[in-house]
């Protein structure tokens, strides 16, 4: 931290400065030199602080609005008015209590259905899985009747072509062989000239080629013709078999597509009791009666006995006496030292010496133009009186008359301070006067409350230094970018270069009320 002087310490508190007078009322001399003064310095704090007007809001109000888990209800009573005092958890506000019984009761009997409409949805899935079951089961024994089919078709061609081999061949190989006598004994008699031989071996020829092809075209014995009708019966049941097996096959698809369905409709009977499961729980923990959610008092009441609201309905609003805030115009020449969360205090213009502490809490993004004028809102947040009283009496607890606290203590200690000024600021502290960091009257009265709307004079804290060098502003001078002051020494004065810190002639005063 620098000091606003750093030039030898023990000269400036023994000596003085000179400080000129001029523009104070004071003629100069006829050689135009103005008085002088010599002011010796001294060690103490400095504030830069920017201060405007404003009013006190409260800051915490809450609208308490009617929370149904219907669409519509009934206000049976209202048990505040506006301007009441309440304490946290009391019953402002009742609904109509049949009423809220009666719907919690359909809510109770929509979960009872739904927890039945699950159950039939289970008993739906296991039936479909079971015929599902015995449909594949049909499949597997028609797959086994179709194999049997084609194994019985198969055995029924081999008996077949058994019996042909076995009876038909061996009778039209003897047939051929009488058809080559035949014709071997007509080319005898040919050749020989035999007529009447000719005839008879002719004769015989067309006898035995009529057997031939009699057997040719079909000719066939009783077994071979059972063995056909039994390959026939055979293919006739290998047919029945596959068609009976692509019909299952159908069947079972559909089964498939019943159980698929069946498990979808388990799922959202599910759900279903599920959402109306939770749609019960969130009306139990819902309450027909508005109760206060901390200690306060009644600002607005919306709402009569026998009203007809709707969810949201906002019925009373209730704000904490104990909170308040104010807005003020800071100008743009101010606003940027003007930091979130930075110290300020609020004096009570209605209760002489009532100085609160206080926090910024918003900064406007925006400015506000009026007449030229560039201004930003920024509000800030009154610490409660109760909070400051309750600080007054921690910090004063425990200690016995004319002994000091450890942190004043520490500070003599340090040389921030002298024995007298830390016995000083005891006594201030003990009659309730705690400079910027808030002031309480000892002999305000115990009922006494902030009000919303008091005037109040907001100061917001912008720089500080403290257990530093004090010199006026008007006994520095400045050349060339240096400052100076004049150092009486002896019968003589001696200028000297100082450092400054901060300087009072950086504050600017904004005293415009927001709009």
């Not at 007078?21 to 003629?27: D, I, R, V």
């Not at 035999?194 to 008879?200: D, E, N």
């Not at 979130?340 to 506000?368: K, N, R």
């Not at 009265?445 to 100061?459: C, I, K, N, P, Y």
Request: hydrophobic fraction near 40%; aromatic fraction near 4%.
């Amino acid at each position: 931290m620098k000091r606003i002087l750093t030039i030898m310490l023990t000269a400036f508190i023994l000596a003085g400065i000179t400080v000129p007078l001029t523009g104070c009322g004071s003629e100069p001399d006829e050689a135009g030199t103005a008085e002088t003064q010599v002011v010796t310095v001294e060690r103490g704090d400095i504030t830069i602080d920017i201060t405007a007007a404003g009013n006190l809001a409260l800051s915490r109000t809450e609208d308490l609005a009617i929370d149904l888990f219907y669409q519509e209800g009934t206000i049976e009573e209202v048990m505040v008015e506006e301007g009441d005092t309440v304490a946290e958890g009391q019953a402002l506000v009742r609904l109509d209590t049949e009423e809220w019984e009666d719907e919690l009761s359909a809510l109770e009997d929509q979960v009872t259905a739904k927890e039945r409409d699950l159950l039939q949805a289970e008993i739906n899935l296991q039936t479909a899985e079971q015929n599902l079951k015995n449909a594949q089961d049909n499949q597997a024994t028609r797959e086994l009747a179709l194999l049997n089919a084609q194994i019985n078709s198969d055995q029924a061609d081999y008996n077949l072509s058994v019996a042909e081999e076995t009876h038909v061949w061996p009778d039209l190989e003897i047939a051929e062989a009488e058809v080559d006598k035949a014709e071997a004994f007509l080319d005898y008699a040919l050749e020989g000239g035999w007529g009447s031989v000719i005839t008879r071996a002719q004769a015989e020829l067309e006898a035995a080629e009529q057997v031939y092809d009699a057997l040719v075209q079909g000719y066939d014995t009783e077994e071979v013709a059972i063995k056909k009708k039994q390959v026939e019966a055979a293919e006739l049941s290998l047919a029945q078999a596959e068609e009976d097996l692509n019909e299952v096959a159908k069947d079972v698809a559909v089964k498939e597509l019943q159980q698929t369905l069946n498990q979808g409709k388990l799922e959202d009977a599910g759900k279903a009791l599920t959402d109306a499961q939770e749609e019960l729980g969130k009306a139990k923990e819902k309450s027909p009666l508005i109760e206060a959610p901390f200690d306060g008092f009644i600002t607005t009441v919306n709402v009569e006995g026998g009203d007809e609201v709707l969810t949201g309905t906002v019925a009373v609003q209730l704000a904490d006496p104990n909170k308040f805030e104010a807005d003020i115009m800071v100008s743009e020449m101010d606003i940027l030292q003007v930091k979130l969360g930075g110290e300020a205090w609020v004096q009570v213009d209605a209760m002489t010496g009532l100085t609160l502490p206080a926090e910024v809490i918003h900064i406007s993004p925006t400015s506000t133009i009026q007449s030229g004028v560039v201004n930003y809102e920024v509000k800030v947040e009154v610490k409660s009186l109760e909070a400051v009283m309750q600080e007054r009496q921690a910090a004063v607890k425990d200690i016995s008359p004319g002994e000091l606290p450890e942190r004043l203590k520490q500070a003599i200690e340090s040389g921030q301070m002298t024995q007298e000024q830390a016995e000083e600021k005891m006594a201030q502290m003990q009659q309730g006067q705690g400079g910027q960091q808030g002031q309480v009257p000892a002999a305000i009265s115990e009922d006494f409350q902030l009000r919303e709307g008091l005037t109040v004079t907001v100061t917001i804290l912008v720089n500080e230094r403290t257990d530093v060098l004090l010199v006026p502003n008007s006994a520095i001078t400045s050349q060339g970018g240096q400052t100076y002051v004049q150092v009486v020494k002896g019968d003589t004065t001696e200028e000297r270069a100082i450092e400054t810190g901060i300087s009072r002639l950086a504050v600017h005063r904004s005293n415009q009320r927001p709009q």
